[in-house]
RNA sequence: GGUGUCAUGGCCGAGCGGUUAGGCAGAGGUCUGCAAAACCUCGUACAGCGGUUCGAAUCCGCUUGACACCUCCA
């Protein structure tokens, strides 16, 4: 087994994979701002970040993953009054702003579920550390990083680039963002048109709100990460994760409040997945072109042809290499989920080969390419061609083409569950051994033995009546050549 | 305007100088009472124009087109 190389977009390019403090490994991701349904967006960090997660423990690291939920301080753009995005979600639906978050938390969470992401080791949420992020912007300030406006905290960011270099992560000038900043609220309280806030102070009618030494306002957009990655992880610790789209100016921002407090680069490797799209376009919140996972599921959307399973969107996203675009289309999703079914139905064939005396089959080659390719930057497409060349081996033992002896068959069957369950975190549902789909199982033994009966006494019309009446079940018959199967349409 | 990324066969999607990516669709076949499913075989693609090289999808330049970020966004 090789080493994990994996891009460090700080660096822009891949590195060998070094923890700070082996075995242990210290991981943030950017979670989700909950003021609205999760999805297809919010699919694919959750579900690369989850396969960073079970790569690296399968790798034997003790990782303590950190995925933070946002349930306060990001301003509405298109709301002259700066107000907070859950205060003005609760206005429109008379709630709680607190119930408002916990609602979409809940809703996210039963969709990460669905969709076999693990839960991360903490999920600490915004509203949860304002005693954190108010004694690091105190550090800040402190240090000189940081000036109080009219009740506002900004940091400095032409200071902090005299002596850094603000722009290290997305690569900008300092001089080409002061040329091109939009005018909003609180502009002129700013020294400079690049200087973002570290705390706000609240207008009267804004709802959310704490006490701090300046103001009763709220937090600044980028400190819940920077206050709550070094409370869990300490600085600096090895990953940090997000969408490409939180490079600028949400990690640089990270970047620049832990150096101006901490005086330490915060994060030794920085990931970003890209996004997904729709008709070539991001699909975003803001641009209202988004489908949420319940209505992939449900196929409840004009957009789509039919409910997706949450593996079929699971399997689709790992199709895709993390940090290329990936275009949503019906065509792509369907093409996903009947490529995911054959690699599925091979893994069964493979639970039921009988070994040979001989052997023709290279494990060990197969499980160097697998690691291989995992191991260069997670490359799951990649590793999904390694395992349907080894489904095209698996498919050819059981037409007795080739032969496997019992050790290599041992070797193979655990490689794949190993790959596909715990590192891929592919859900086989079908196949539970739930107390019901035992009980399934043996009613449709018996149904199959029945219509055997009735097959052999050439009785075609009871045959196909109990195929077409199970069909009509959702029940699909195959007839092999050792008998009938059966499976869920 | 600035900073980046990308253009691959009908669709999706790898590739990082020389050998088959892979999946879906399509074609042919095996199996079968019929059907469905399953399995096997098959495609020779790389935006355009130059250049480097014995050799380029892969490196360099130009052109065209697309996308992301620069404003909350995964």
Known sequence: MRTLYLYNTLTRKKEPFEPLHPPTVGMYVCGPTVYGEGHL???????????????????????????????????????????????????????????VAQNYINSYHHTMHQLNVCDPSIEPLASGHIIEQIEMVEKIIKNGYAYLSQGSVYFDVEKYNSLHHYGILSGRKLEDLVANTRTLEGQQEKHNPADFALWKKANPEHIMRWKSPWSEGFPGWHMECSAMGAKYLGLPFDIHGGGMDLKFPHHESEIAQA???????????????????????????????????????TGKHP??????????????????????????????????????????????????????????????????????AINDDFNTPVLLAHMYDGVRIINSIRDGKTTIDAENLGFLQSLYDTFVTEILGLHIESIGSSGDEKMLDKLMQMVIELRKEAREKKDWNTSDKIRDDLKKAGIQIKDTRDGAEWSRL
């Open 41 to 99: 967006g919010h699919a694919r960090p959750a579900i690369t970040f989850d396969l960073v997660f079970r790569y690296l423990r399968h790798l034997g690291y003790k990782v303590r993953y950190v995925r933070n939920i946002t349930d306060v301080g990001h301003l509405e753009n298109d709301a002259d009054t700066g107000e907070d995005k859950i205060a003005k979600k609760a206005r429109l639906e008379q709630l709680e702003p607190m119930e």
């Open 303 to 372: 957009a789509l042809e039919m409910a997706y399973a949450p593996m079929t969107i699971r399997f689709f996203i790992l199709q895709a290499h993390y940090r290329s675009e990936l275009d949503f289309s019906n065509e792509a999703l369907q093409a996903s989920e009947k490529g995911m079914k054959r690699l599925i139905t091979a893994l069964e064939t493979l639970k039921n080969l009988s070994p040979s005396e001989t052997n023709q089959v290279d494990v060990s080659s197969i499980k160097n390419r697998f690691y291989e």
């Open 259 to 297: 150096v101006a407090a901490e005086n330490t680069q915060p994060v030794k490797y920085w990931m970003h997945n890209n996004m997904v799209t729709i008709n070539g376009q991001k699909m975003g919140k803001s641009l209202g072109n988004f489908i949420t996972l319940n209505e992939f599921f």
